[in-house]
């Protein structure tokens, strides 16, 4: 998720070429009665049950994926693994000591689960912080509007993150999660791997 954080921090250099078709997809607009109408603005989010399905059911397949995902000392690495019109996945790579810092999803939805390590979620609801731990098999629903932080352990992780609709911006904060800085576009250039009609990879 490296440049901005996106995605609970994901990053996509070295990634498989990116899909035209799906991004003229995502783009297109249609007129109607003159009014310009983005198509990426009106679907409904996938319900978080399924959303967490398909995070599960990656998960259970993240090691076919592992040779995709770069590698970096230090720093969060990520892979779009997924890119439809309705959702987009990402398998992140976690090493020891890494975090994101407090950041909304923008208009997204989104679901994370642990595949191996350990993570912390930091979450600020009414200015009260939850802290909670994030081990493999847990999944973490993201609800519209939600301020959280992701953070390593002292072991390297990989996780899979699932947003619908499909993650654009993500919005950074000060202050416990209070104060918003910044929001910026998240980085989709070298993705997906797998464009929207190919078969569902989860099969062990
Ligand atoms: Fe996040």
Redesign the pocket.
Known sequence: MIGPCF???ISTSGVASASAALTLVERTAVTTNSLVVDLATIRPPIAHTALADIATGLAQSARRWLPLLPALDGQRTGLRMIGTPDYDAWLLRWPPGTA?SP?D?GDSV?V?TVVTGQLTEVRWEHARRRTRQVRPGHVIS?GRGVV?D?IAGTTASLSV?VYSPPLEV?GYYADGGVRLLDRQPVDRTDGPVLPPRALHPSSP
């Open positions: 995605g609970c921090c994101v950041h999803h989104g994370f993201l959280h992701v993150h993500m």
